[in-house]
C-alpha cells in the first residue's frame, strides 16, 4: 500500500490543478483577512449593534447558529483572537473541486481499472486516494491558516495571548483538522460512487453548500410551526467547525471529535464496499 500512496502523492504533485488550486487557497486567505478588515472599518461603531439584532433574527428564525465571539469592533481584531476560524475557512471547497478531479480522472483515464489489474486490492486502492486525500486537506488548511494569520499579524498584530492558549489551538486546531478530513471522507465516497469529473464535482459542491441549509431550513420549519427546538445541525461538520471558534466547552469539544469520526468512518465503509462489488470499466 505504501507504493500506491507514494505513486498518488506524485500524480497529485504533477497536476497543475493542484497548485493552481494551492495558489487559490492563498489568494482566498488573504483576501478574507482583507475583507474583514474592510467590513469592521466599514461599520465602524454600529458592528455590536447590527451583531445583536443579526442575533435576535437568528433565535426568532429558530435558527441554530449563535454569533457569539465575534469582534464588536476594529480595534478587537487581533491574529490570535482569528486564528481558530482561518481553520473553518474556504479550503472544504477547494478539497471537493480536487478530490473530484484527482479521483475522478483516475477512472476517466483507466489508471484505476491499470491498478487493480496488478494484484492491489480493491481496499487498498481506495484507502490511498482517502490517504492522500485528507494529507492535501491537511496542507491547504495550514497554508491558508499560515497565509491569513501572518496577514492579519501586518493588519493588526497578533495580539495578547494566555498561557493555555497554545494548547487550546493544537486541540482546536486539531479536531478542525479531523472535521476537514471527514469531508474529505465523503467527498471519495462520492468520487468513487460516480466515477467522473463533473458528476463528481457537483455532487460534493452541492452536498457542501445545500446539506447545511436543507438541515437549517428544516430547524426553522419545525420551529416555526411546531414551536420546537430541534438541533440536528449541531451534528454537522462545518457547524462544529463553527462552534470550535465560539469559546466551546468540553461537551461541544466532544461532540465535534465524535462527528469528525463517524463523518469519517461510515462514507469509508460505504465507499470501499461499494468499490469492490462493482465492475470497473
Known amino acids: 500500500m505504501l507504493n ?3 505513486s498518488d502523492i506524485f500524480k497529485l504533485r504533477k497536476a ?3 497548485w493552481i488550486l494551492l495558489f487559490i487557497n492563498i489568494l482566498l486567505a488573504v483576501g478574507t483577512v482583507y475583507l474583514l478588515d474592510f467590513t469592521y472599518k466599514l461599520a465602524g461603531d454600529s458592528m455590536e449593534a447590527q451583531l445583536t439584532q443579526e ?3 437568528l433565535d426568532d428564525a429558530g435558527m441554530n447558529v449563535s454569533v457569539e465571539g465575534i469582534p464588536t469592533g476594529h480595534d478587537q481584531l487581533s491574529a490570535s483572537g482569528q486564528l481558530l476560524t482561518f481553520f473553518a ?6 478539497m471537493a473541486v480536487l478530490i473530484s478531479l484527482f479521483v475522478g480522472s483516475e477512472f476517466n483515464n483507466g489508471t484505476v481499472k491499470i491498478i487493480a489489474s496488478r494484484n492491489y486490492s480493491r481496499l487498498k486502492i481506495y484507502l490511498s486516494k482517502l490517504f492522500v486525500g485528507i494529507l492535501a486537506s491537511v496542507l491547504f488548511t495550514l497554508v491558508f ?3 491569513a494569520t501572518m496577514t492579519a499579524t501586518a493588519l493588526w498584530g497578533f495580539g495578547d495571548v494566555s498561557g493555555s492558549y497554545a494548547s487550546q489551538l493544537l486541540l482546536k486546531g486539531a479536531l478542525e483538522l479531523l472535521l476537514g478530513a471527514s469531508y474529505v471522507s465523503l467527498f471519495v ?3 468513487f460512487l460516480i466515477r467522473q469529473n463533473g458528476g463528481s464535482l457537483a455532487a460534493n459542491i452541492c452536498f457542501l453548500e445545500f446539506t447545511s441549509l436543507v438541515v437549517t431550513l428544516g430547524e426553522m420549519l419545525i420551529h416555526h410551526f411546531l414551536g420546537r427546538t430541534v438541533t440536528l445541525s449541531d451534528y454537522l461538520p462545518d457547524m462544529c467547525m463553527t462552534a470550535l471558534t465560539q469559546n466551546p466547552d468540553r461537551n461541544t469539544l466532544l461532540r465535534a471529535a ?3 469520526v463517524c463523518f469519517l468512518l461510515v462514507p469509508t465503509l460505504v ?3 461499494n468499490f469492490r462489488k462493482r465492475d470497473i470499466k
Not at 89 to 94: C, I, Q, S
Request: hydrophobic share 60%; charged share 5%; aromatic share 12%.
Open 89 to 94: 475557512g474556504n479550503t472544504t471547497l477547494l
Open 55 to 57: 442575533q435576535a433574527a
Open 271 to 273: 465507499g470501499a464496499a
Open 258 to 260: 465524535l462527528v469528525g
Open 4 to 6: 500506491l500512496i507514494r
Open 189 to 191: 465516497m462520492f468520487s
Open 145 to 147: 491558516v499560515l497565509a
Open 16 to 18: 497543475k490543478y493542484f
